[in-house]
C-alpha cells in the first residue's frame, strides 16, 4: 500500500522560508508524477508544483521563482522549498503522486504565514 507523509509545516512570518518533505513508502522511480498542492479555508484545492518523470517541473503563477519542488530518489522523498512566504501562502499542503493522474495522497500538513 501506498503511503505518503508529509512533514516540515509550521508557522513562518512574511518573507520567510519553509521546506516541506514528502516520503514515500513505495520506490518513487513508480511514480510518472509526484506534486504539491494546496487549501486555503474557504477555497478549492490547487496545483502549486509538480515534477513529471523526475525531470521537468512546472509551477503555479503564483509561486513561480518562489518556489522550487524536487526529489531525492536515494531517500524515497520529494520537497518543496519555499521562499519568500506571502500570507496568503497559508493553506494545508498535501503531497501526492501517481502514474497517468495522482492517485495517492499524502494527510496535509499545515503551513501559516504570518503578516
Known amino acids: 500500500q501506498v503511503q505518503l507523509v508529509e512533514s516540515g509545516g509550521g508557522l513562518v512570518q512574511a518573507g520567510g522560508s519553509l521546506r516541506l518533505s514528502c516520503a514515500a513508502s513505495?520506490?518513487?522511480?513508480?511514480?510518472?508524477?509526484m506534486g504539491w498542492f494546496r487549501q486555503a479555508p474557504g477555497k478549492q484545492r490547487e496545483l502549486v508544483a509538480r515534477i513529471i518523470r523526475g525531470v521537468s517541473t512546472d509551477y503555479a503563477d503564483s509561486v513561480k521563482d518562489r518556489f522550487t519542488i524536487s526529489r531525492d530518489n536515494a531517500k524515497n522523498t520529494v520537497y518543496l522549498q519555499m521562499n519568500s512566504l506571502k500570507p496568503e501562502d497559508t493553506a494545508v499542503y498535501y503531497c501526492?503522486?501517481?502514474?497517468?493522474?495522482?492517485?495517492?495522497w499524502g494527510q496535509g500538513t499545515q503551513v501559516t504565514v504570518s503578516s
Open positions: 513505495v520506490n518513487i522511480f513508480s511514480f510518472n508524477v
Open positions: 501526492a503522486a501517481g502514474h497517468a493522474t495522482f492517485n495517492y
